[in-house]
């Protein structure tokens, strides 16, 4: 039995230390995928919180047919996408600055103007690329971040997706070409 799968069974017995262990284990990898799928530390923080919530929560309803990584890894993808839709429905109409905007504004007031323009070059086009996976069909901006950002085996990727490795592989290749698409179709609008 692995150290994960002893907690579970501690934590479904009602012991509050071992729940405290299995969220300090996962917790920076859960944060990570958050990050990806939000882009903003503070909004995965909170996001996190709400994944391992919702870990306590149904605690008792894991199967324990994968490990509990993927489980979280799972959990994480969800509530980051149910976050991005609710922020979304928000936005509509609401005038206010979004976090984008403001690290983008606080990156203007850099006192050295080379270093600004260089590190703005920088963020344009992480903030061109990342534009450019959002546009990516669900299932093919989930494979393309996990096994590209989050750097995780196909077979994680799979595991995760609860899909098949030749699935993922097939995901990752039709994400790859719609992204180039993307980017070449915004190069040319640009010159």
Known sequence: MTDEKLLLSR?????????????????????????????????AE?????????????????????????????????????????SKRLKRGSGKVSAMEKSEIEKLNITNKQLASDSLEEEERKKLLYQSIDQLPKRQ??????????????????DIMDTSVSSVESLLVRAKRKLRELLIKHKE???
């Not at 199967?63 to 839709?85: F, G, H, V």
């Not at 989930?142 to 799979?158: C, D, G, N, P």
């Open 11 to 43: 934590v479904v017995k009602g012991d509050s230390n071992a729940f405290r262990e299995l969220v300090e284990l996962n917790h920076k990898k859960v944060i990570h995928i958050c990050l990806s799928y939000v882009g903003n530390p503070v909004d």
């Open 46 to 86: 909170d996001v996190a919180q709400e994944v391992f919530i919702e870990m306590y929560r149904s605690i008792n309803n894991f199967r324990n047919e994968s490990s509990i990584s993927t489980w979280l890894y799972r959990l994480a993808i969800n509530k980051s996408l149910d976050y991005i839709r609710q």
């Open 141 to 158: 901006k989930e494979a393309l971040l996990l096994s590209q950002i989050k750097e995780l085996k196909q077979q994680e990727v799979a």
């Open 189 to 191: 609008e640009i010159y």
